[in-house]
């Protein structure tokens, strides 16, 4: 079984604060993609890797950025966190092509 | 037009009842789709993949309609832990998953 660990299930942080949110991988995927869910619209990719120290931008990367120094672990910054960066951040992985995501269990994110 | 369409609900069932719920989507190149089911304020997790035509699971079925751009979930013999918000995903190439925003279902004893 797949197992997607993000390392804070919730999360409140200031505004102005920088904020580092972890996921850790044990499925050798390549591909590691972090999405923040709000209501009523759905899952929005922030960004995506494909590759150790490979990043792609998603279509709401405004705000943030990624890392990817291990294969393993894949890491969302927020750079300086805003009252609308509070939101559910998700963290998934796939493997081969076409095959399917399989998600961290969430970072529920408030900024105050 | 939303890339991938679906009503939001919440539809409510019965125990022991059949529902389907439909996702359209827009983008013929489409390659494959997957139905997620979250639980609230959990993470969405794989219920089914559908490569082809349709995929059956135990009381789930899922059909895709390549001519109308649809693909629809049916769940038979409907239980009271099937209560969950049922997510379409539809993957037109590797990185390009684009998500519904999900529907709901309230099964009641």
């Known amino acids: 079984d797949v197992k997607v660990t993000q390392s804070s299930r919730y999360l409140v942080k200031r505004t102005g604060e920088k904020v580092f949110l972890e996921c850790v991988q044990d499925m050798d995927h390549e591909n590691m993609f972090w999405y923040r869910q709000d209501p009523g619209l759905g899952l929005r990719l922030i960004y995506f890797s494909y590759d150790v120290k490979m990043k792609e931008k998603g279509d709401i990367p405004e705000g943030y950025s990624v890392s990817r120094e291990k294969k393993e672990r894949f890491s969302l910054i927020l750079e300086s966190a805003s009252t609308n960066q509070t939101s559910m951040y998700l963290c998934?992985?796939?493997?081969?092509?076409?095959?399917?995501?399989?998600f961290g269990n969430g970072t529920r994110l408030t900024v105050t | 037009r939303k890339e991938v369409e679906q009503d939001p609900g919440p539809f409510n069932v019965p125990e022991g009842a059949t529902v389907a719920f439909n996702c359209t989507y827009s983008n013929s190149a489409s390659q494959s789709f997957f139905w997620y089911r979250q639980d609230c304020r959990k993470e969405p997790k794989l219920l089914m993949s559908?490569?082809?035509s349709g995929n059956e699971d135990g009381r789930f079925t899922a059909q895709l309609n390549r001519a109308s751009q649809y693909i629809s979930l049916l769940i038979r013999d409907s239980k009271l832990s099937d209560s969950a918000t049922y997510l379409c995903v539809g993957n037109t190439g590797f990185q390009k998953l684009v998500f519904g925003t999900g529907t709901r279902l309230l099964v009641s004893p």
């Open positions: 998934a992985t796939a493997g081969a092509y076409n095959s399917p995501l399989h």
């Open positions: 559908v490569y082809s």
